[in-house]
Nanobody, 116 residues
Framework: QVQLVESGGGLVQPGGSLRLSCVVS????????MGWYRQAPGKEREWVAT???????NYEDSVRGRFTISRDNAKNTVYLQMNNLKPEDAAVYYC??????????WGQGTQVTVSS
């Protein structure tokens, strides 16, 4: 059974940094892309960043230049380094896995709170 476990969320002041991690286990399928999404209270879940199997990264406009997505294929782990956090970045952050053949899996989410 595929499991995605996120960690690294927490409370940070505006301008601060956090590093999220997502570890994938139980997958015998080939990992294609991995990504991060977020959902704030009362809002739809939105895409944040994606990284391909060869390391090509793409970002939502509001986080580009502040967030960095990376992956360690040997550890089946994807990271999201978040710098210069703003109150509007506060949300539950979810890890997403896309495999080959095409399957999609989600983690349970980790809370990020940005407040002074």
């Amino acid at each position: 059974q595929v499991q995605l476990v996120e960690s690294g969320g927490g409370l940070v002041q505006p301008g601060g940094s956090l590093r999220l991690s997502c570890v994938v286990s139980g997958s015998s399928l080939r990992i294609n892309y991995m990504g991060w999404y977020r959902q704030a209270p009362g809002k739809e879940r939105e895409w944040v960043a994606t990284i391909s199997s060869v390391g090509f990264a793409n970002y939502e406009d509001s986080v580009r230049g502040r967030f960095t997505i990376s992956r360690d294929n040997a550890k089946n782990t994807v990271y999201l380094q978040m710098n210069n956090l703003k109150p509007e970045d506060a949300a539950v952050y979810y890890c997403k896995l896309g495999t080959i053949p095409q399957m999609v899996y989600w983690g349970q989410g980790t809370q990020v709170t940005v407040s002074s």
